[in-house]
């Protein structure tokens, strides 16, 4: 499985804002709809943000106004600026290439590739 590569993550107060980036193979971007998720320990994975390759974007309701996602075909990278973050935004965070972008109703897509991620805590 290909690796895609998260920077970005840090500590944060409440209120605060952080920019993830996501670096992916020219080959796997170009085709894929992009898409972050983060995930918690004892927790499900949680689908935050997704992109197709033409733009239409998701968000998870709880991000909503507060997270965008964004894609640079130029250098075949994915960002999620997050503002406003909250301590329950706390998580690791992943990158993932996804075989489609079809956000109705319960909106599980498969992942065809995954990046290790980057840790974003935020304090209150």
């Known amino acids: 499985q290909a690796q895609l590569m998260e920077s970005g993550g840090g500590f944060v107060q409440a209120g605060g804002s952080l920019r993830l980036s996501c670096a992916a193979p020219?080959?796997?971007?170009?085709?894929?709809?992009m898409a972050w998720y983060r995930q918690v320990p004892g927790k499900e994975r949680e689908l935050v943000a997704a992109i197709s390759r033409g733009g239409p974007t998701y968000y998870l309701d709880s991000v909503k106004g507060r997270f965008t996602i964004s894609r640079d075909h130029a250098e075949s990278t994915v960002y999620l600026q997050m503002n406003n973050l909250k301590p329950e935004d706390t998580a690791m965070y992943h990158c993932?290439?996804?075989?489609?972008?079809?956000?109705?109703?319960?909106?599980?897509?498969?992942?065809?590739?995954w990046g290790q991620g980057t840790q974003v805590t935020v304090s209150s």
């Open positions: 020219t080959s796997i971007f170009d085709r894929s709809p």
């Open positions: 993932a290439a996804i075989d489609s972008f079809s956000p109705i109703g319960g909106y599980l897509p498969r992942i065809e590739a």
